[in-house]
């Protein structure tokens, strides 16, 4: 497996304030190196033909949170990140160091983070929500699969409900039940373990200012 220093996505940002500043009007606009990294490899797993679904701050994006982000984030099974570690590996792809799951663009620097199906979200202990099967739980959008909403949100919750380094998870949920004005029944699309502390945000949301003026 090969590896090499690149001048990194969030190195670049960190180096040049102003250029991470267009950078960052350039993601809203959808054209950031962000966007660009997740068009080109979502064209080369559809070429390679594994299931996936982008999860993260761009399904977050998808959905109606519009944040910037610095990476792309794939939910994909054991078996196709196995094909596509070998398939991509040294072919416009290298991973950040030699035990890495993940792998950078190797023309933007851009960090692509695998996320495995069957393992778990938050502190990785085995819960009842695991990360499912993506092929089962995505939909198409300008070329890309992205993980369906009540996914999103089970993972989010259970993420942030297990690990305290995780808590912007909580507050990602918060956004989305304000941005999309989440009724409560929503919470019955999601598996129990996360159902009361969906109703615990969303009574957080309601309390905002903003909520339902989206």
């Given at each position: 497996?090969?590896?090499?220093v ?13 250029w ?64 596509v570690?070998?398939e ?9 160091f030699q ?38 739980v995505?939909?198409?959008?300008d ?9 999103l949100?089970?993972?989010k919750?259970?993420?942030?409900m297990?690990n ?32 009361d ?10 309390e ?7």
């Open positions: 497996m090969s590896t090499a690149l001048d990194t996505y969030e190195a670049r940002l960190d180096r040049n304030p102003r991470a500043l267009s950078e960052g009007s350039r993601h809203f606009e959808e054209t950031s190196a962000v966007f660009t990294a997740l068009h080109k490899i979502a064209a080369r797993l559809d070429k390679l033909g594994v299931g996936y679904a982008v999860v993260g701050g761009m399904a977050l994006f998808r959905h109606g949170v519009r944040r910037f982000t610095e990476d792309v984030d794939i939910l994909m099974t054991k078996d196709d990140h196995r094909k570690r070998e991509l590996d040294g072919a416009g792809y290298l991973p950040p035990a890495s799951k993940n792998l950078r663009d190797t023309d933007s620097g851009v960090k692509i983070e695998f996320l495995i199906a069957g393992e778990f979200p938050g502190d990785g202990r085995e819960k009842p929500v695991a990360f499912p099967d993506p092929r089962g995505s939909f198409e959008a070329g890309v699969r992205y993980v369906n909403l009540p996914t949100v089970e993972l919750l259970a993420s942030g297990t305290p380094g995780r808590l912007k998870d909580l507050a990602d949920v918060i956004e989305l039940i304000k941005a999309l004005t989440l009724p409560a029944d929503f919470g019955g699309q999601l598996n129990p373990y996360v159902r502390q969906f109703a615990t945000l969303r009574t957080s949301a309601q905002s200012a903003d909520f339902g003026n989206e």
